[in-house]
């Protein structure tokens, strides 16, 4: 029985936390797809959540510009290990502090806007169940481990009242 106590901390061992300059490399010259398709993905998941979480006039909150801006996200301090349930966990730090356009508007209230965002925490990917055709994963989980930390900076007003 410990040998197979051994085995199993032998497989879900992590091999130690590595440099991610290599995906840091990749999500750069991805960074423009990234942009495009992470806006839709927050437009398809967040606004949805938007009409049942708010109440009366912000229910119809909308993104109307999603715009990630020229910094893209970094990884550091990789650490990977084999799941118990035949899948790959990656857990890394993630940082981004970027120049970004972000616009929000209501029928009932002035736009919202984001114009810089600063990002840190601990992510976790769980890549599984792994199969044998291509792309050899069958989905992929991401969360953070803790909340991240985070700070946005407002524009200056997008929409002032007008004079007399």
């Known amino acids: 029985m410990d040998n197979m106590a051994s085995l199993k901390d032998t497989l879900t061992a992590s091999g130690g936390a ?70 790959i966990k990656l857990d890394m730090d993630l940082n981004w502090d970027g120049k970004c356009d972000f616009e929000l508007d209501a029928s009932m209230v002035p736009k919202i806007g984001i114009e810089h965002v600063k990002m840190r925490g601990r992510l976790s990917i769980l890549l599984c169940p792994l199969t044998n055709v291509i792309p050899l994963i069958g989905a992929a989980q991401v969360a953070f481990i803790n909340p991240p930390s985070y700070l946005s900076t407002l524009p200056t007003p997008l929409t002032s009242p007008t004079s007399p």
């Open 18 to 87: 590595e440099s991610a300059g290599f995906l840091n490399d990749i999500i750069a010259q991805l960074w423009p797809n990234i942009n495009v398709a992470g806006g839709k993905i927050i437009k398809d998941v967040v606004e949805p959540m938007l009409d049942q979480m708010l109440p009366g006039p912000l229910a119809n909150l909308r993104f109307v510009k999603l715009d990630f801006g020229p910094t893209p996200i970094r990884f550091s301090n990789v650490d990977v290990h084999k799941t118990e349930l035949e899948g």
